[in-house]
């Protein structure tokens, strides 16, 4: 099953979304074996807040088809149907699935390669819209085409609504997604990989906004980006965490605090940096700049730096 947990910055919180392995689990049960017994001698302490996110249940009937099937017609298009279907058959033919959910195939994406999936699959649920109503969010990994889907739902269990996909590349394979939660609202933000190369790994985020029964991406920049130094040149990393973002006037307005390391000899670091960048982004044509007035890392400082080449 599926558990998150909630990561606070000082100005927005991180949910992120965490699987546990098995041992984890039985270690888990014996904890809690353990503390009931010794809370009889003692109070606790301190009690963990509520989970912000629903637990979307591991087990699921047995589906009896053969292996490499369709998607069977008589299965509906809810997230927890397909999650378990594709659990059970991860080799399953799924050109009749993305039909029936009306995703155009696509043969010079990765995703669309062939028909068997030979993928594997998580289910994550979260409030990403301004209504009570929660949606789920089905990760597909396609590890050997090198390509992640999302498919996005809403609405009750029985009869959702699909609001729509995510196609990511992911060469290297990128972070699972996570909830940034600023000004009032959530932000889905994705990552894939943006740079491969001798020497060079780099990952982007991607902002998505969920309102109105529809996905659009609003902002993305470089999150992650590990660059090998050459000769006598020193290597370079940093990871950007988004803090807040809003639409104001037509534009978003990303805030990203960098962590930044550049390491010599055996990886000893010799310069680190923590800095914001206040990016603004336009929703007509998807450019992003900086905002000069105020980020602490200049444009140029971010072109050059805060990037690859």
Known sequence: MWLSTLAHSADAPILRFVRPTFTRTTVAVASLIAGVFIGTIHRRAQQLPPAQTSVIPAESQTITSQADEAYPEGLSLAPQEIFYFLKEHPGANVQRLWQRLGIKGDSSAQIDSDDACNCDVNLFECNLDDDLESEKVLQI??????????????????????????????????????????????????QQTAGTGSGLAAWADTVYEVADGRIRPVASYIARLHQSGIGTEPTKEFVGQPLSCRIQGGHVVLTVAYTLKYTRYSDVPFFTSRKKAVLIGSLQDGSTTVDAAHSEISPREFETIYSFN
């Not at 996005?152 to 009869?159: N, R, S, T």
Request: charged letters at 20%; proline letters at 10%.
């Open 141 to 190: 990994k396609r590890t050997f085409v090198e390509s992640y889907r999302y498919l996005v739902f809403k609405g009750p269990e029985l009869h959702p609504k699909f609001l729509g996909h995510i196609d990511v590349f992911a060469k290297y394979p990128p972070s699972d997604p996570v909830v940034l939660l600023s000004n009032g609202r959530a932000w889905l933000v994705v």
